[in-house]
Every structure is written in structure tokens, then in C-alpha cells.
């Protein structure tokens, strides 16, 4: 996808950004149990949603039954047919009375042609770009290595979406997941989405409109986009919000989680580049006997972060961490289970980009019972992925270790 693309596009600023600024690990940008502010909510009804087709037909259904309100952030919205066609629902949505807002990372369109856009703004829907690359657009300093990798959509105030699927034909097949024929002439991207009924959803309600009131010159709140919101399920649930140079509680809430871990951690992450101190808390976790899985690609899409994370392997083989390559599809999802009770599903990849630079969100489920359908979907993505062991790491080719090396120089950019 466009991830490793726009990182090579916009190198040249980002060399300019470590020169006039500098760099900070995760450590010196202050992560500290400092607690989590964004309280557990209980009463909230959570569906998995697995790959793109599944996703997409959810969110346009919820669009669809729109009345008041549909607010969407993306990092990714592509010109492209599954673009143009969520884009149409949504001016439909808009003539009819409902008002669209959309925000939208300018680093994550930047194949986007403005046209796109200026389309939408015809039918009437608000747009904002976040942290524009052309610095005549800003409303604030010049901030391209800042992302707005989070992906939420809120329908009436009460329906809502988070995960990592964007708005990109990428998504237009689904991977191997519950699928009965290994044909994979038609693979097409595994990811992960949840939509959510019930309290939590003003949550993700008030994390959309505080970066939406910061871009604005009208702010909006109210009863119209607060509706009250009855119980609708079981589950209790937290939505954390990261923001670049922040409290980092995506982070820290994954750290607390694995020094908590007493039986097992399955992880499914996209994009792994882990800094010292998560290694660490995994390799800890391994050591006084948990079971720790980790699934990643085996699919090379994310460029030189492929290859740093591989740079990563053989120190966590060594400290008993379990590592398994999906192969066939592009693995996009940021997934985790603890204990078959505590499970987060989000935008936030396990690197210092998401954890420092990006804004990111993850919803955390405290239950058993959603607890088990993750670790029943992980079990899935194991069938799907080859186990890397050690003696034959160690084997690799030298041209893919110099690969590693050089990928690592950048890690902290990737």
C-alpha cells in the first residue's frame, strides 16, 4: 500500500525534520506508567470484522442507514473503484440531509488527486486534511512526519468503526481467512475491524471532533452528535487515542498488558519494529514461562520495515518468542490477545512511528467471550503462516542480512 510509497516521497522532509529537530527514543519522549486516562465503558455491543469485503459492506450499510451525522477519518482514501464508490454513498447520504464530515491524512492521499476531493466538497460535505504536506495550506506549524494513521467512521453518533481497514481498493478481496479453497489467485489483504454499539461509541465520537474542532473555524457538539446511548451488549471497553509527542497510552497500555500476561500473548502485527523496552517486556513474558506468538508478514509490502523487523528476529527466537509468516496474503492487521481476555484491535502498528509520531487509535475489549473469537481468528492466521525457527534463520542468505542492516539505519523513520 501507500505506506512504504509516501515514506519515500517524503524523505527529503523527513531528513529535514531530523536535522532542525532531532530524534527521540520512546524513552526520552517521556512513556512512563503514568496511567491510562480513557475509562473502561461497559454495556457495548463489539463485532469482529475480518478483511475488506466484510468491512466495507458494514460500514455502508451503517452510511446507508445514515440520518444525522456520518463522520470519517482515514488515512487512506483512494481514487480508485472502491474509493469512488464509498465516496458516491457518501454524497447520496449528504443530498439527502445528512451532514458528512471527513478528515483525511495528507500523506496517506498524497496519490489522491485533489479533484477527489473537491468532488466531495461539491455535494456539500466538509473536508479537512490533516498536517497538510504543502506548507501554504497550514493552520498550524509544519508537521509531515506527524500522521493521522487513524481510521474511525460514526454514523448518528451510534454506530461505530475502527480497526485498520482504509478506504482503498486493496481491501476489494478477502485474504485466506474462512476461506475453504486455498486458491490465492485472488488473495487479497488480512486485516482486522470492529464495529461497536453502545457508550463507547461517543468515544470514539469525541476523539473524531477533537482533531475535527482543531482544523475547523465552526466547532461542532451537541446533542446531535452526543445522542444518549443505552446499553447494547456485554462488553466493557476502552477506546485509547494516541497523539505525536503525547501521553503515548496505545503504548503504554500494551506494556502494562504484557508485564500482566501470566498464560499467553498472540499478537498479529503488520508493521513490527518493536523498541528495546517492548522487546524486552515480551522476551520477560517468554522467559517466566507464557506462551508468546507473534504472527507477521511473510508478504513483503511495507518496504525496508519489512526487513527491520527481521533485523529483530533472531534476538526474539533466542528468548523463546514464536514467530509465524503469513504467506499468500499482504497481513495489515494490529491485533492482540492476552490471557483469552484482554484483545485490542486498531490502527496502531508495534513501531516508533505509531507509538511516537503518528495519531492512533486502538479500542481495548475486557471479555472472555470476545476474547476466545480472537484467539480463535489467531489460531486461523497460524494456518495460514509458516513458523520461523532458529537453526534455519540463522541459514538466511547474506544479501538478506545486509538488507536488515541497512532497513535498521532508518528504523526509527520507517
Known sequence: MKHSHSALLLLPMLLLTLLLGGCASLQEAGAHPAGLESPLQGGNKVSLLFDGP????AMEAAVLSAQSSIHLETYIFDQDPVGQHFAELLMVRQRAGVKVRILYDSVGTLGTPDAFFERLRAAGIELHAVNPVNPFKLRGPWLPNNRDHR?????????GFTGG?????????????????????????RDTHLQIEGPAVAALQTVFLQTWNALSDQPVAGAEVFPPLPAMGSKAVRV???EPHGQMEIYEAYIQAIHAARQRIYLTAAYFV????????LTDAARRGVDVKIVVPGVPEGGMVFYASHALFEPMLRGGIRLFQMREAVLHAKTAVIDGHWSTVGSANMDTRSFLHNSELNVIVIDEAFGSAMEAAFAEDLRDSLEVLLPAWLQRPLGERLKEWAAMQFDYWL
Open 54 to 57: 466484510q468491512t466495507m459492506a
Open 151 to 159: 481510521k474511525i467512521l460514526v454514523v448518528d453518533g451510534r454506530i
Open 165 to 189: 481497514v482504509n478506504i482503498s481498493e486493496t481491501y476489494s478481496n478477502s485474504s485466506l481467512f474462512h476461506s475453504r479453497h486455498r486458491d490465492n489467485s485472488s488473495v487479497g489483504w
Open 240 to 242: 485509547v487515542a494516541s
Open 274 to 281: 518493536p523498541d528495546a523496552a517492548m522487546l524486552e517486556a
